[in-house]
């Protein structure tokens, strides 16, 4: 009975995190690359997760055994209705018709998945009441099996990326889903009859003999308290601290460490073993050492957010991610050891599901519009420390009210005096500043350990007075965020350059001189491929229309001449509102009068609205950001830009990229387009051209010709013809392999 109750959580929890993946790639090129998308369509998810939990706490209770189960397979048999997983056509119509995108896509997830994905997402808690109504021993706690289902969700968090993305296309794992699909639901109606035999034999007390606790059995008994609000509210606040967790490391990575292809499967991978293993049948990791070991590592992540260290990156990784373990294992344990009786089983799966959503929310929703940067980070770390239970053993709390107060303001003081005192103590060597600043302060800080409250607004004092004081020099000359991320203009060389920095990429960089703030610099220098490119294609029929995807800075502006037309397509408006603002970047209001445009939206869908053979130039510098939109790298994508161009025009791609080596992607669209394409990585930078403003970069040249490419193959020149690699297989709007591309070395 174990094996068949766990297994058809396993293989649910499994179709919950495979279908996720693969319907957001699927709507991601009608809609483009807007992180709009995937933040849409998680918020989707969590909502719909929330309402088929909300359906198993009803289901319990309508009546019999046999009603229960009748009524369930009805409910899972309509979900077949809509596999395998399509769109249909007159969706695609109104979103031509020009419907709002985000209510278009909520409502072609509701008709494409809404069904069978709120039908998955029943099991969970609707098997486990359905346990707890058999005759087995462990029936009176049943929530051993929600570890089941965690390791199902983990192993398809894994294995999407390595097996399921390389191997298949859409319509493959689309299949693949609906026989997993045929398979569980006849595995819930194995359950649900074992289920129904099993209620017809309950003694006359209704319930069955409660099961003998075996000696080995190290987790705690279910909390018989009465549901109170109280102690819903408790559920909902467990769980809403390691979800916000989850999503803020994962955007703090991004925004200040290094935003690594993929390193968001870790969090969520820890997320969910931690619940594994505080609902498994034995505590595999004591409870004590968790507590214990939360505020060690809440003071060194103090130490490394308020002296904002940025190396080396593999350490501040690895200790981030132990924090975020260790709190989510104390918060999901005290979760897991507060759990109800059988008989409010589905409620408090229904409360710990809230939470998660909320979590996801904050995130993912609010916290983008109330901070300018990844507050909500370090924010959650306090509310974990707030959350520990006390260790303390002092009877007598009437009198440390105010302590618990009192002390955490003097700390914040002491940091603010000694932040101050650094300033003109060690002008010259900031790690000196910040360990005199920081050390004392997180020894005192220590000493109020066993108390959770005063802790951690000891912590929240120190992070408060460390980030406000202690960096006043290094402060950027703005800072502000939104949907798309973090955007900073920082001021380098002794205030000779401005710098654009959309989380830790480098977006473009102008002298502040001007005498030189007409050159452009950092990957569009003109002694690199981009001068190359500009000079090259004005020698070989004069360029007048140029379309670039990227604005950046608006560095290549520099490169516009009179009578020529420059489009620049930008999703983001707080890129186009620091490249416009003259007193961050000149690069646009310098360029020759009505020589750029700027058109607003995601580039793939916005240039089709162009006319057919209008650019003779198309630049792709959408790249260089570690997260890349593969939407504008596909066969689909390259066929809509050659639509665009004229018969000589050329498409130009830039993927200088720290983590992920894009050549042979470019080379494998040009073979399948039938089109010649060069390369040229312009990595040897000597110390003079550093000082000039230029790094290094990697670019691309596509044409249809190749006498149309023949200026850039000059004597002495970077370009060399790009060789494609015969096993890599072209990227298109349903295939791509993000792992093939990355750099492990």
């Not at 569980?184 to 209620?199: D, E, N, P, Y």
């Not at 802790?455 to 703005?478: D, R, V, W, Y």
């Not at 509102?577 to 000149?586: E, H, I, M, N, V």
């Not at 930078?685 to 490419?709: C, F, Q, R």
Request: proline share 6%; glycine share 8%.
């Amino acid at each position: 009975m174990v094996v068949l109750f766990s297994t058809t959580l396993f293989l649910s929890a499994a179709l919950l995190f495979w279908v996720q993946p693969l319907i957001a790639k699927m709507l991601l090129p009608l809609q483009g690359g807007s992180p709009a998308v995937w933040n849409t369509c998680m918020v989707f998810f969590q909502a719909t997760l929330l309402a088929g939990y909300a359906y198993a706490h009803w289901s319990a209770r309508i009546g019999s055994a046999g009603k229960q189960v009748l009524a369930h397979l009805a409910v899972l048999f309509t979900a077949f209705w809509f596999l395998p997983f399509s769109i249909p056509s007159w969706i695609l119509l109104q979103l031509e018709k020009g419907i709002d995108p985000s209510i278009w896509l909520l409502l072609c997830l509701s008709l494409v998945v809404g069904v069978p994905f709120f039908v998955v997402s029943t099991t969970a808690p609707l098997l486990q009441r359905w346990f707890a109504g058999t005759r087995h021993p462990d029936a009176d706690d049943p929530y051993f099996l929600y570890s089941a289902g965690n390791i199902g969700s983990l192993l398809a968090l894994l294995g999407y990326p390595l097996f399921g993305e390389p191997l298949l296309r859409l319509q493959e794992q689309g299949r693949i889903w609906a026989f997993g699909y045929a398979a569980l639901f006849v595995s819930i109606a194995a359950c649900g009859t074992v289920f129904w035999r099993s209620s017809s034999l309950k003694s006359a007390s209704g319930t069955f003999p409660s099961s003998v606790k075996k000696e080995h059995d190290l987790k705690p008994a279910i909390s018989t308290e009465p549901v109170s609000w109280n102690r819903r509210a408790r559920w909902i606040g467990f769980a809403f601290v390691p979800s916000s967790l989850m999503l803020g490391v994962t955007n703090f990575f991004a925004t200040d460490i290094a935003s690594i292809p993929l390193l968001w499967v870790v969090p969520l991978a820890l997320y969910l073993s931690t619940f594994t293993l505080v609902f498994a049948r034995r505590a595999w990791i004591p409870r004590n050492w968790m507590i214990r070991a939360l505020p060690y590592g809440a003071l060194a992540l103090t130490f490394l957010l308020a002296s904002k260290a940025t190396e080396p990156v593999w350490l501040l990784i690895l200790f981030h991610l132990l924090f975020f373990f260790v709190a989510s294992m104390v918060c999901h344990a005290r979760l897991a050891d507060d759990r109800p009786t059988t008989a409010h089983l589905t409620e408090f799966y229904l409360w710990m599901s809230l939470g998660g959503v909320l979590g996801g929310i904050f995130n993912a929703l609010l916290s983008p519009n109330l901070f300018n940067r990844v507050w909500e980070y370090p924010l959650m770390i306090i509310v974990a420390c707030l959350l520990r239970p006390d260790t303390s053993k002092d009877e007598n709390k009437s009198s440390l009210g105010i302590l618990d107060f009192g002390r955490p303001i003097l700390l914040g003081a002491l940091t603010v005096g000694l932040a101050m005192g650094t300033a003109k103590w060690f002008p010259d060597s900031a790690p000196m500043r910040n360990l005199v600043t920081l050390g004392l302060p997180i020894i005192l800080c220590f000493t109020m350990v066993e108390r959770s409250l005063r802790f951690g607004l000891g912590l929240a004092a120190i992070l408060i007075a460390g980030g406000l004081f202690l960096n006043q020099q290094g402060k950027p000359l703005f800072a502000d965020r939104n949907f798309f991320g973090v955007s900073r203009v920082t001021v380098g060389q002794e205030g000779r350059i401005h710098q654009m920095f959309h989380g830790n990429t480098l977006h473009g960089r102008q002298f502040t001189d001007a005498q030189r703030r007409k050159e452009p610099l950092a990957y569009f220098h003109k002694n690199g491929p981009l001068g190359d490119i500009m000079r090259g294609i004005n020698l070989d029929h004069g360029m007048d229309q140029v379309a670039v995807i990227g604005l950046g800075a608006g560095a290549m502006a520099a490169y516009a001449k009179p009578g020529q037309e420059w489009s620049y397509y930008e999703i983001d408006p707080l890129v186009i509102q620091l490249a416009t603002d003259p007193q961050y970047f000149t690069f646009l209001s310098d360029s020759p009068p009505n020589a750029v445009n700027i058109i607003k939206g995601d580039a793939r869908l916005q240039i089709q609205k162009a006319p057919d053979q209008e650019y003779d130039l198309i630049v792709l510098d959408a790249f260089s950001s570690d997260s890349i939109p593969v939407h504008l790298v596909t066969r689909e994508a390259v066929a809509l830009y050659r639509k665009k161009l004229t018969l000589n025009g050329w498409l130009a791609f830039h993927i200088s990229n720290r983590y992920l080596n894009l050549e042979p992607i470019v080379a494998a669209l040009a073979k399948d387009a039938g089109m010649h394409c060069l390369g040229w990585f312009d990595s040897d930078i000597s110390e003079v051209a550093k000082k000039s403003g230029k790094d290094p970069s990697h670019w691309v040249v596509m044409a249809t010709h190749l006498n149309n490419l023949a200026p850039l193959l000059s004597k002495g020149s970077g370009w060399t013809p790009v060789k494609e690699q015969k096993s890599f297989t072209v990227w298109t709007d349903d295939f791509s392999n993000i792992l093939s591309v990355l750099r492990w070395k």
